[in-house]
């Protein structure tokens, strides 16, 4: 049997062919710019938010020898009776007795560490609290390492002038002024957000947040930085989790039937890409709780108490971090960092 040989096409068929191949080459590359670009105007926001994870997880790990060297300190700090002073998942609860600060001022000042505090001072909340919290932080808070205050109020030509000691700064924040207290406390995690991303981060390693209702009376120092840390709340720390005031309405995004602790949304901190999830988290939920005709029995500190809940803080500051001086039981508190300061919540607060 014999085969006929493949016939070879002429030149012209096969400049021909060349053309078609090349065409079609060409309109594939086409669709695909088309369909990538198509895709990228439907994907939902919430893979934006996962790419954003995914760069904030690459910073991470930049400073993740960094926050080894800071944590090492940790291995001095040392239990004291009568109090917790580790969790179940063995991060620190601090408390007076169960550190060197010395070798934390050390370990922050060889690491450079920055602090940014936020704290909101909206209506007559400035008038009422804002120098002393200001001056009295001035004598106590994270001496030695650099902060500025970032203040958020509706009245800038009314903030205090106060002495800085050198490497501190104050900068100030016009924001609006919201008719109910409760939305200007739930509304300050998207301006403290907001703050995180267009300045903070490019400036600071830590971001403390602060309510401005409070005076420091002692040492507020570097022993209290960490990557995540949230505060025990004065009045819960020694009640059963039966009584803790977690939202119970299971329409809210901050709805609980259990927890670790009861946290006091007064203080929370971290370093700045974990405090812009929590108060990004906090936001979303607030913001769908409306949208449902919904609102936290506690407002932010609710959805606080949720985000801590499952997202575990790496660091818990004891009650001495914010006390209030009312309570007759004292026999755990050594010494007073903060307390707060009166409140006249019938004159300050409106809504």
């Not at 309109?27 to 990538?36: H, N």
């Given at each position: 049997?014999?085969?006929?040989?493949?016939?070879?096409?002429?030149?012209?068929?096969?400049?021909?062919?060349?053309?078609c191949?090349?065409?079609i080459?060409?309109?594939?590359?086409?669709?695909?710019?088309?369909?990538?670009?198509?895709i990228?105007?439907?994907v939902?926001?919430?893979w934006?938010?996962?790419?954003?994870?995914?760069?904030v997880?690459?910073?991470?790990?930049?400073?993740?020898?960094?926050?080894?060297?800071?944590?090492?300190?940790?291995?001095?700090?040392k239990?004291?009776?009568?109090?917790?002073?580790?969790?179940?998942?063995?991060?620190?609860?601090?408390?007076?007795?169960?550190f060197?600060?010395?070798?934390?001022?050390?370990?922050?000042?060889?690491?450079?560490?920055?602090?940014?505090?936020?704290?909101?001072?909206?209506g007559?909340y400035?008038?009422?609290?804002?120098?002393?919290?200001?001056?009295?932080?001035?004598?106590?808070?994270?001496?030695?390492?650099?902060?500025?205050?970032?203040?958020?109020?509706?009245?800038?030509?009314?903030?205090?002038?106060?002495?800085?000691?050198?490497q501190?700064?104050?900068?100030?924040?016009?924001?609006?002024?919201?008719?109910?207290?409760?939305?200007?406390?739930?509304?300050?995690?998207?301006?403290?957000?907001?703050?995180?991303?267009?300045?903070?981060?490019?400036?600071?390693?830590?971001?403390?947040?602060?309510?401005?209702?409070?005076?420091?009376?002692?040492?507020?120092?570097?022993?209290?930085?960490?990557?995540s840390?949230?505060?025990?709340?004065?009045?819960?720390?020694?009640?059963?989790?039966?009584?803790?005031?977690?939202?119970?309405?299971?329409?809210?995004?901050?709805?609980?039937?259990?927890?670790?602790?009861?946290?006091?949304?007064?203080?929370?901190?971290?370093?700045?890409?974990?405090?812009?999830?929590?108060?990004?988290?906090?936001?979303?939920?607030?913001?769908?709780?409306?949208?449902?005709?919904?609102?936290?029995?506690?407002?932010?500190?609710?959805?606080?108490n949720?985000?801590?809940?499952?997202?575990?803080?790496?660091?818990?500051?004891?009650?001495?971090?914010?006390?209030?001086?009312?309570?007759?039981?004292?026999?755990?508190?050594?010494?007073?960092?903060?307390?707060w300061?009166?409140?006249?919540?019938?004159?300050?607060?409106?809504?």
């Open positions: 049997m014999s085969y006929k040989p493949f016939l070879q096409p002429p030149n012209s068929t096969k400049t021909i062919l060349s053309s191949s090349l065409f080459v060409i309109l594939s590359c086409i669709s695909c710019f088309a369909m990538a670009f198509s990228l105007l439907i939902p926001s919430h934006y938010r996962y790419v954003d994870d995914t760069w997880k690459i910073k991470t790990q930049e400073v993740e020898s960094f926050t080894a060297h800071i944590n090492a300190v940790d291995k001095n700090i239990a004291r009776p009568l109090v917790q002073t580790f969790t179940s998942w063995k991060a620190p609860v601090i408390w007076e007795g169960m060197d600060f010395n070798l934390f001022d050390q370990r922050h000042a060889e690491e450079n560490s920055s602090v940014a505090l936020t704290v909101f001072a909206v007559r400035l008038d009422a609290y804002l120098k002393t919290f200001l001056t009295s932080a001035e004598q106590h808070f994270m001496l030695g390492l650099p902060v500025t205050y970032y203040v958020f109020t509706d009245s800038p030509e009314k903030v205090p002038n106060i002495i800085l000691a050198s501190r700064n104050i900068k100030v924040i016009q924001v609006q002024k919201h008719a109910r207290w409760q939305d200007i406390s739930m509304m300050r995690m998207r301006t403290i957000s907001e703050t995180i991303e267009s300045e903070i981060r490019h400036k600071f390693r830590y971001v403390f947040c602060f309510d401005v209702d409070q005076e420091f009376k002692g040492r507020f120092g570097s022993e209290a930085l960490g990557d840390v949230a505060l025990l709340h004065a009045h819960y720390y020694k009640l059963p989790k039966a009584q803790f005031t977690y939202d119970r309405n299971p329409k809210s995004k901050a709805f609980m039937e259990t927890g670790d602790f009861y946290y006091h949304a007064a203080i929370f901190g971290g370093l700045w890409h974990n405090v812009k999830h929590l108060v990004d988290a906090c936001y979303l939920g607030i913001i769908e709780d409306k949208l449902n005709n919904v609102e936290a029995l506690w407002h932010d500190e609710s959805h606080l949720k985000y801590f809940w499952i997202h575990k803080p790496s660091r818990l500051l004891s009650p001495e971090y914010c006390w209030d001086q009312s309570i007759w039981d004292k026999q755990d508190i050594l010494v007073t960092r903060l307390v300061a009166p409140k006249y919540y019938d004159t300050l607060r409106s809504g």
